[in-house]
Each structure stands twice: as structure tokens, then as C-alpha cells.
């Protein structure tokens, strides 16, 4: 079982302090047991002493050693006395009768000990009374005196240390203890909420409970670690709160999104590329890693092989089934790259008509602005009579009414298209408009002998812009007096109304135009006869205006030949 960390610490101070406790018994008892052992040694050497002052003052020698039996008598009875000369041989023995019979005692522990350093002890068994002894040596002039006292019971507890400082360690150890397990056990708290916290931020998992520290070092680690996961959290949400937008950006965008890794797996794709990549491919996929194998994006696949590490950015047309897409590349800094698709046909097919429109437009101006310039040099350089000089001032205004009215018409099918939120909407009355439209009309209507029938309620009403709606009218009632000959009619009606939108038929009992023109009448600049159109001085914009007015209007229109003659046009505007 593993142990936990206040159990580690209190373990690895108990054996620590277990280890200097016990050194320190160990060398209190070593050095308790030599002072007591020292002390009865010096008790010995005062014997030894009184010894050797009676020896020195009776004179005694081996002959009459024997005499030293007066002095021993009144020293303990336990102590052994042996006075041993500088042969090693023993001349007097308390203990022993016959003397004789010992061996030489030069080798003995303490007489060799006493013979180097004057004093000599030593604790062993005596090999002629087989009793063991604490023997105390000392040399002196001629011989040694050798006091010796039995290692019983008694000497041993002289000797032995007392237990009261054991007592003493043993009880502060306990104490240590005690200690040592309060403070092993903060240091465990801190350490197993350090340990908490640390999971949690490795496993990122929230703070779902708050943590306290004690005030200490490791506290305040604890405490910064607790700051350092909340604005993990924090910018975590944060993250997740822009990927979800991002994802969201991405599932909503028009464009094909897809993310791969630098092995082609796919980390990420919106529905439009699926889409896409199927539109584009011959046989339907799931797994968008046949990118590799399909040849219309063989562009792409060589770019990410053959790019240079500075190029990260790549872009192509392709032209598939009647569209045109935009296939773009990025690379990122860890080798994934994203390969996006957009539908970009209505983009092309719009930058094309503008191209045409613009060509168009320069044609257009190309033949009143030279014959405006004609009229001008030839006024300017030659002198003409008043007749011929109000022919070409009257021909030059017709000219600049011409390009007059060709720049309002660009300016307001550009309008219409580019900037539809730019016309204000209010209750117009569509009677009184095209009352009003008849009226701006009425020489041309009479000039063409045109009648010009109006079947609408007095009281019919729409929201939208007058301009436009005055538009619709006007250009329709422009394109019959200027294309559809003269001695005819003119028949408006609003012949339905439902409770969203009014509808209208337009038609006159002119020339028509061959079916297979009608589908380009509301094409910009186009012209079925371009002679009859020079002639009536239109712009080619009449009718494609209508249609976007009507289409800004959110309502339809149609045009048709008439039965009997002439065309018909059919459109409806919302209310």
C-alpha cells in the first residue's frame, strides 16, 4: 500500500530521530560508564598509593613483602592485592597461599598497559581463582602494585550508567513525536491539496470546490496554483466561447469549409463542402480524404507538396457543371491546412455584365458624343447660314438630351442594384402615378396618335418607392410609343389584388417583336433592331430597369406577344 506523504515524512523524521536518540543513549552510557569507571579506578590508584607508601616506608622488599599483610588487613575485604616485580614474577598475593605456583604476569593486559603508561586496567577472568576481576595496575620503582576488585553484581551496577537520562531522551522523543506528527500532518494537508489541485490541472477538470492553504510557503504556492487554474478556466471558456462562434461562423458561412491535419484526416468540415465536393466529384463520397485521388484538385495537391516553407496560400478557378468555383488554400504554422470552396457564378456572372455593361455603356456614348462633336467642329470651323446653324444647334441638344438620358438610366439601374436600401418607402397611389405619368407623356402620346386606355382604382395604394414605380410606368408607356409604331392603343389594368400583393397587365396593339427575342427584352443595352433604336434616341436600359424596379418591389413580370398584336406584359408588386 502506498504510503501518503505526511505518513513518508513522519516516517522518515522517525528514523532519523530514532537514529541521533539512539547515538546520543549509546554515547551518554559509553561516557556515563567511563566516568564511573574512572572513578573507581581512582579509588583503586589511592590503594595503590597507600601501598606504595608503606612498601617505600617499611622498606619492604620480596623478602619481607610479607609484612604488607598488616595493611591489607584493614583495607576491604574484597579487594585482591598482588605486588608483582620487574620480572613479571608475583612477590606478594592476598588471594593466593602459594605464591609460587602463579605464572608470569608480564603478560598480563594491565601490567603491559602499567609498564607503557604507568597505570594499567583491565577486566577479565583470573586464571588461579577463577573469579573475574576489575584489575587496576600501577608501576612504580622496581615492581608494581596491582589492586583488584570483583566484577560482581555489585561492581557491575557501580559501573553501570544510570537510566534516568534514557528516561529523559525517551520522553523528549515522545514529545518530538507529537510534534513531528502536527507538522508532518500541515505539511501532509498542504501537500495533498497541492497534489488536489495539480490532478485537477493535468486532468483539466474545473474548481467545482474551494480550497483553503495555511498561511505558509506552500500555502501561498497552493494559493497562486488556485489563481493560475481559475484563469485557466477562464480563458478555457473563453476559447470554448470563440470555437463555438467560429464553428458557428463556419456551419452558417456560404463558403465550403474544411480543415485537415498534415496527414489529410479531417479535423473539421460544414455541410457546404460536402455539397460542394460532391457537386464537383463524379461519384458521391463520405470520406473527404478521396481529395488526394480526385484530378480537379490536383492544383491543390501540388501546392502542399511542392510549396516553399514561406508559401502558405493558394488560389484556383474551376469551371464545373455550369459553375465557378474559387478553390483556396491556407496553410498553417503545424502543417494542417484548410481547403475552402465558394460558389463564386453569380460573382463572375455579375463582374462579367458589369464588364459588358461597362463596354456598353462606352459604346453608347460613342455615337452621340461624336456626333455631338461633329455638330460643334462644324459650327466652330466653317461659317453657315442662320438655317444651317439652328439645324445643327437643334441636332447637337437632341444629342446631349440623348446622353442625358442614358446617364440617369445607368445611374439608376446601378442604384437599384447596388444600393437598394438607399430608396425610402411610402403610401403611393397608383392610380394618381400613372395618372401622372400620362400627363409627363401627353405630346408624345399625341404625336404617335397613341390613345391610351387606364383601368385602376381610384383608391389602389402600395408601400414602396415613387421614383421607381414612376419608372415602371413611364418606361413601359416610353418603350410602346418608341417601338411599337403609331395609331394604336395603350391598355393598363390592374385586373387581381389579394390580400399581399396588386397585379397588372400592360399591353398595346402595336408591331410585337418575333418570339424568339422576347427572353432578351429585359436585357441591358440589347436592342432587337439597333437602326430603329438609333432612330428613337433609347438608351437600351428601359426595360431592364423595369424589371429590377419590380424586383425591388419584391414582384415578378412576364412579357408576351399579344393575340391580334402587339406585346403584353404581366407583373405584380407587393403591397
Known amino acids: 500500500m502506498k504510503m501518503t506523504y505526511k505518513q513518508r515524512v513522519f516516517a522518515y523524521f522517525l528514523i532519523i530521530f530514532a537514529l541521533f536518540t539512539l547515538c546520543i543513549i549509546i554515547f551518554e552510557q559509553k561516557e556515563e560508564k567511563a566516568q564511573r569507571t574512572k572513578a573507581l579506578e581512582e579509588q583503586l590508584d589511592k590503594y595503590a598509593e597507600m601501598l606504595h607508601s608503606y612498601i617505600e616506608v617499611n622498606r619492604l622488599s620480596d623478602s619481607n613483602i610479607i609484612k604488607l599483610q598488616h595493611l591489607v588487613a584493614v583495607l576491604p575485604l574484597e579487594i585482591r592485592i598482588s605486588i608483582i616485580n620487574e620480572e613479571g614474577k608475583v612477590t606478594f598475593d592476598k588471594d593466593v597461599k602459594d605464591i609460587n605456583t602463579l605464572d608470569n604476569h608480564l603478560d598480563r593486559p594491565e601490567i603491559r598497559n602499567a609498564l607503557y603508561q604507568n597505570i594499567g586496567s583491565n ?43 534514557i528516561y529523559i531522551v525517551i520522553g523528549m522523543f515522545i514529545i518530538v513525536l507529537i510534534l513531528l506528527n502536527y507538522v508532518a500532518g500541515r505539511f501532509g494537508k498542504s501537500i495533498s491539496q497541492l497534489q488536489a489541485l495539480t490532478t485537477k490541472i493535468k486532468d483539466d477538470k474545473p474548481l467545482s470546490e474551494k480550497i483553503e492553504f495555511p498561511d505558509d510557503e506552500l500555502g501561498e504556492i497552493g494559493k497562486q496554483l488556485v489563481e493560475i487554474l481559475k484563469q485557466k478556466e477562464r480563458s478555457k471558456h473563453e476559447i470554448e466561447r470563440e470555437r463555438e462562434k467560429l464553428i458557428q461562423h463556419f456551419q452558417y458561412s456560404q463558403e465550403g469549409i474544411c480543415i485537415f491535419d498534415k496527414d489529410f484526416k479531417k479535423i473539421y468540415a460544414n455541410t457546404h463542402f460536402f455539397q460542394y465536393f460532391n457537386f464537383l466529384v463524379d461519384q458521391p463520397v463520405f470520406d473527404l480524404k478521396a481529395i488526394i485521388k480526385e484530378q480537379m484538385f490536383s492544383p491543390v495537391i501540388e501546392f502542399l507538396n511542392k510549396r516553399k516553407v514561406e508559401e502558405n496560400y493558394h488560389t484556383f478557378l474551376l469551371n464545373k457543371n455550369g459553375k465557378i468555383f474559387s478553390i483556396q488554400t491556407i496553410v498553417f504554422e503545424d502543417a494542417s491546412f484548410e481547403i475552402t470552396i465558394k460558389d ?69 439601374i446601378s442604384k437599384i442594384e447596388e444600393a437598394p436600401s438607399h430608396f425610402q418607402l411610402e403610401k403611393v397611389n397608383l392610380s394618381q402615378l400613372v395618372d401622372e405619368v400620362r400627363i409627363d407623356l401627353t405630346e408624345k402620346l399625341k404625336a404617335n396618335d397613341i390613345k391610351l386606355n387606364v383601368s385602376i382604382d381610384s383608391d389602389l395604394s402600395i408601400n414602396g418607392n415613387y421614383t421607381l414605380l414612376y419608372s415602371i410606368f413611364r418606361n413601359l408607356m416610353d418603350n410602346t410609343i418608341n417601338y411599337a409604331g403609331q395609331h394604336i392603343d395603350i391598355n393598363i389594368k390592374n385586373y387581381m389584388e389579394d390580400s399581399e400583393y396588386v397585379y397588372f397587365s400592360f399591353c398595346d396593339t402595336g408591331k410585337g417583336v418575333e418570339e424568339q427575342y422576347l427572353a432578351r427584352l429585359f436585357e441591358r443595352f440589347y436592342r432587337v433592331n439597333e437602326g430603329r433604336t438609333r432612330d428613337t434616341g433609347g438608351s437600351g436600359l428601359g426595360l431592364s430597369i423595369v424589371k429590377n424596379a419590380i424586383l425591388l418591389h419584391k414582384g415578378e413580370i412576364q412579357v408576351k406577344n399579344r393575340v391580334g398584336g402587339g406585346l403584353e406584359f404581366f407583373f405584380t408588386l407587393k403591397k
Do not use: C, W
Open 123 to 165: 577486566i577479565r577472568m583470573s586464571a588461579s581463582t577463577k573469579h573475574e576481576y576489575l584489575y587496576y595496575a600501577k608501576h612504580y620503582n622496581g615492581y608494581y602494585v596491582r589492586v583488584a576488585l570483583p566484577y560482581t553484581i555489585k561492581t557491575k551496577s557501580m559501573l553501570k550508567a544510570d537510566n534516568f537520562f
Open 344 to 412: 463564386t457564378t453569380r460573382i463572375e456572372k455579375t463582374r462579367l455584365l458589369k464588364q459588358e455593361m461597362t463596354n456598353n455603356i462606352a459604346h453608347e456614348l460613342r455615337t452621340p458624343v461624336t456626333s455631338l462633336r461633329g455638330y460643334l467642329e462644324t459650327l466652330d470651323s466653317q461659317k453657315l447660314d442662320s438655317e444651317k446653324q439652328a439645324q445643327f444647334i437643334h441636332r447637337a441638344y437632341q444629342q446631349t438630351i440623348r446622353l442625358s438620358n442614358l446617364l440617369e438610366d445607368v445611374s439608376l
